[in-house]
């Protein structure tokens, strides 16, 4: 049994599910340039449609209410707020986010808020993007303008989702809108997402002190394939880059000797102003995790062939280690290449609360994808996600019984829906949709997690 008050929600991002890209005034993203751009997408899909959660937002929240979720993680998009980025906000695609929040309300579900999930105004791509000091100002403009809104219904917050995926899959490997290569620039992207993920944070609280307020960071354990000296050097440069990077400028206020000597040959770091880390660090009252996966490395000559590889080709997202390698560990995979590793996810964990100052600690996303199918009964039945789900529910309750300030855990992904570079080939969904029909159905592991909800806890081991 879990705690009394413990959060049991889902989570979803804007440009995932909601459609609608040319409504009520919404304004282009570089998610939008990025998929018209050819080779960009698997299967050329587009998120034009999407779920069109935009149009079906009521039905969507009443499925939200069967599954018994006491918490819903949504992002709002920039551009449908703000068409270029900066200046007055866009009124109906403000009305928009403020009949969801009262329809969660109505139903008695907390509205978590996260601010940016990746569609930067395209605008502000072609003023400089995340490598230019002024998105991250524009970005605190947002926050308080969107905060200004909805502060009055809606108390949790988020800034930035998961900084490490806009910063180096967007400008370093290309994988990820805007599709640049740009060692130098994603670095700066980096500072610059945590520096606004700072600004934000002040920009709410001068509004109102009693918001709770949290980063958000996707971390992964780092394991070095083999004892090696190279293999151990090349978990320390991972390790480095995907969460100490991020982790120590959130919650210590500083960036890691090591990795910043890994980087030197990029930068003289210049884009670090005074003053910047003491933004960053700014107290928070939560942090937002999300997990997948463990990374075994490998830093031997050449390198390996990453165990996930990219969707489309795409340079290295990993700056300054170009030459590590990303084996396969031995462990069961999902339809992503993802490997199952719930003892990560205590791990890393234990690790921020042992190594960081203490907060509340929440899972805002974790699940998995697998090739579900509908079934002649029209049922879906999948019972790897339940296994991987129950898994790491497990985990969590060690995790509390431990003493880790863990708080609530929201399942990845609510729903189906347009997984970035992957199109719709890949789903994460506890309900499935129909792309053609839009038809929503449950799959076994909705109706599980609603069953776990309901009770509080596990009842029994997963089937």
């Known amino acids: 049994m879990f705690p009394t008050g413990f959060v049991w929600g889902a989570a979803t991002s804007a440009y995932q599910i909601e459609g609608a890209l040319t409504a009520d005034g919404r304004g282009r993203s570089i998610w939008d340039t990025f998929c018209s751009q050819d080779g960009r997408i698997v299967g050329g899909d587009n998120a034009e449609t999407a779920i069109d959660h935009y149009n079906r937002y009521r039905d969507d929240v009443k499925l939200m209410a069967d599954l018994g979720l006491t918490a819903y993680r949504f992002s709002v998009s920039w551009p449908r707020i703000q068409p270029d980025g900066s200046g007055a906000y866009n009124a109906k695609g403000l009305d928009f986010y403020k009949r969801l929040v009262d329809e969660l309300l109505s139903y008695g579900i907390d509205p978590w808020l996260t601010l940016y999930h990746w569609d930067l105004p395209q605008a502000l791509e072609e003023a400089g993007g995340w490598p230019s000091r002024d998105t991250s100002k524009r970005f605190a403009d947002f926050a308080a303008t969107v905060h200004a809104e909805l502060g009055d219904r ?171 390698g990303f084996v396969n560990g031995g462990r069961p995979v999902t339809s992503m290449g993802w490997e199952v590793d719930g003892s990560g996810l205590y791990e890393m964990l234990r690790r921020i609360a042992d190594e960081y100052p203490r907060v509340p600690l929440y899972i805002s996303e974790n699940g998995a994808a697998y090739d579900d199918l509908i079934g002649e009964d029209g049922t879906v039945h999948d019972p790897e996600r339940v296994s991987y789900i129950d898994a790491h529910l497990r985990i969590c309750h060690s995790a509390i019984e431990s003493g880790i300030p863990l708080q609530g855990y929201f399942a990845w992904s609510l729903m189906d829906n347009f997984e970035w570079a992957w199109g719709y080939g890949k789903r994460f969904g506890l309900v499935y949709v129909d792309y053609e029909t839009q038809a929503r159905t449950m799959k076994s592991s909705a109706l599980w997690y609603a069953d776990t909800i309901r009770h509080g806890g596990l009842l029994s081991r997963a089937q």
């Open 154 to 324: 809606v108390r949790h917050w988020s800034t930035v989702n998961e900084p490490w995926c806009s910063a180096f899959l967007g400008y370093a490997s290309g994988e990820h809108a805007p599709g640049r290569r740009e060692p130098a620039a994603a670095l700066r992207a980096a500072h610059h997402l945590n520096l606004a993920h700072g600004l934000a944070v002040q920009a709410m609280r001068a509004q109102n002190a009693d918001s709770q307020i949290g980063g958000c960071v996707n971390v992964y354990p780092v394991t070095p394939a083999t004892g090696s000296e190279a293999d151990q050097d090349a978990a320390r440069r991972i390790d480095g880059l995907q969460n100490r990077f991020f982790l120590d400028a959130l919650l210590k206020g500083a960036y890691p000797e090591d990795v910043l000597a890994d980087l030197s040959h990029l930068s003289d770091m210049e884009f670090i102003q005074d003053g910047d880390l003491a933004t960053i660090a700014a107290p928070l009252d939560m942090l937002l995790i999300n997990y997948y996966s463990r990374f075994t490395v490998s830093g031997a000559p050449g390198g390996a062939a990453s165990a996930a590889a990219a969707p489309t080709d795409s340079g290295s997202p990993w700056i300054g280690s170009e030459h590590v």
